[in-house]
């Protein structure tokens, strides 16, 4: 068995998913939440799967063009 144990202000959120916390609203408490350990998710690359959607150039490094870097530095001069 997992426990998750969290601590929170009861709030109108807090309340609107456990209606049964309304009388300690503005109040901190902890809550812990008990249940069945489930199997971690298995993620992994498929290999090649972007092959041939891809291209990437030979100046993918260069400076970029004035124009575009005060773009991104929010000057839009």
């Known amino acids: 068995m997992q426990a998750l144990k969290i ?7 807090v309340v609107r998913a ?9 109040q901190r408490v902890e809550l812990i939440a008990l249940g069945e350990a489930q199997p971690p998710a298995r993620v992994a690359p498929v290999a090649g799967g972007l ?19 005060r773009a991104f530095e929010g000057d839009g001069a």
């Open 7 to 13: 601590q929170v202000v009861v709030d109108d959120t």
């Open 51 to 69: 092959l041939g959607q891809i291209e990437i150039k030979e100046d993918f490094d260069a400076p970029l063009p004035d124009d575009v870097r």
């Open 18 to 26: 456990l209606p049964a916390l309304s009388p300690l609203r503005g």
